[in-house]
């Protein structure tokens, strides 16, 4: 198990990038939480196994059906045990 700490810039705020990765989270059993930024990027924090967070990297650079994704920046982090996957809301 390991953490990832996501950052995902391009067209991806109002284009259900963060519900579109809950749904491929929960089919992935990665846990870990998505939000919006004020410079306009998505900051995800996901944990799982290494195959799970490859499929849901996979997501992240290809984006929801309206999104388009320029850049996806990771850095391991420290485990924090989530229990499930949310989106945070301001």
Known sequence: MKHLDIIISGRVQ???FRDTSKAVA???GVKG???NCSDGTVAIEAEG???SLDLFL???HKGSD???V???ELAEGEMKNYRNFEVLRK
């Open 14 to 16: 109002g284009v259900f």
């Open 26 to 28: 929960d089919q992935l």
């Open 33 to 35: 939480t998505a939000r």
């Open 49 to 51: 196994d290494d195959f």
């Open 58 to 60: 996979e997501f992240c």
């Open 66 to 68: 309206r999104s388009a």
């Open 70 to 72: 320029e850049n996806v």
